[in-house]
T-cell receptor, first 114, second 113 residues
Framework: AQSVTQLDSQVPVFEEAPVELRCNYSSSVSVYLFWYVQYPNQGLQLLLKYLSGSTLVKGINGFEAEFNKSQTSFHLRKPSVHISDTAEYFCAVSDSDSNYQLIWGAGTKLIIKP | NAGVTQTPKFQVLKTGQSMTLQCAQD?????MSWYRQDPGMGLRLIHYSVGAGITDQGEVPNGYNVSRSTTEDFPLRLLSAAPSQTSVYFC????????????FGEGSWLTVV
């Protein structure tokens, strides 16, 4: 992978509303795709990952993401957010070109409005 | 179930001082790495190791040294601290191979004055 772009640095959304966090990547080979979440003042933890198979991946806390190879995207979605989802979300990609080192996006802060 | 343990959690250094950030993992992972996180810049890889005795540079290695004498430990040394090294540092580990989950420590907040 050459790069990962998270299109929004911040996404404000009302509680119980749906949310989509966007992630696009550039790679010419097969990829592994990840979303990690960082709650305030904590380390990152895995939310979900795509390795192969079904393009719709379900993760923890009701999040899911869809791998779209033609659009080189891996957008993260949740149908109804809660105040506890306030965090920064990072998209990451690895492939054989990068020797499977993770290439990270800059992160998207999800801000939940009551 | 300790996972990845980093110490110290907070540290203030004066310019020119040296220090070591400690990192230990109890999951028998071969791969360990150090990242720094700065606002708006995501995570940047400093150094990594694919096993005991093997280390390599990441994206931003200048000013930092690492060693890997055991599978469990991967300390990060700041040789002569500079204000530009003020950041949050994360240690991480994972099994080797593509597609594996990376496990992160809770972070070390470093301020250089």
């Amino acid at each position: 992978a050459q790069s990962v772009t998270q299109l929004d640095s911040q996404v404000p959304v009302f509680e119980e509303a749906p949310v989509e966090l966007r992630c696009n990547y550039s790679s010419s080979v097969s990829v592994y795709l990840f979303w990690y979440v960082q709650y305030p003042n904590q380390g990152l933890q895995l939310l979900l990952k795509y390795l192969s198979g079904s393009t719709l991946v379900k993760g923890i806390n009701g999040f899911e993401a869809e791998f779209n190879k033609s659009q080189t995207s891996f957008h993260l979605r949740k149908p109804s957010v809660h105040i506890s989802d306030t965090a920064e979300y990072f998209c990451a990609v690895s492939d054989s070109d990068s020797n499977y080192q993770l290439i990270w996006g800059a992160g998207t802060k999800l801000i939940i409005k009551p | 179930n300790a996972g990845v343990t980093q110490t110290p959690k907070f540290q203030v250094l004066k310019t020119g001082q040296s220090m070591t950030l400690q990192c230990a993992q109890d999951m028998n992972h071969e791969y360990m790495s150090w990242y720094r996180q700065d606002p708006g810049m995501g995570l940047r890889l400093i150094h990594y190791s694919v096993g005991a005795g093997i280390t390599d540079q990441g994206e931003v290695p200048n000013g930092y040294n690492v060693s890997r004498s055991t599978t469990e430990d991967f300390p990060l040394r700041l040789l002569s601290a500079a204000p530009s090294q003020t950041s949050v540092y994360f240690c991480a580990s994972s099994p080797t191979g593509g597609g594996n989950t990376i496990y992160f420590g809770e972070g070390s907040w470093l301020t250089v004055v």
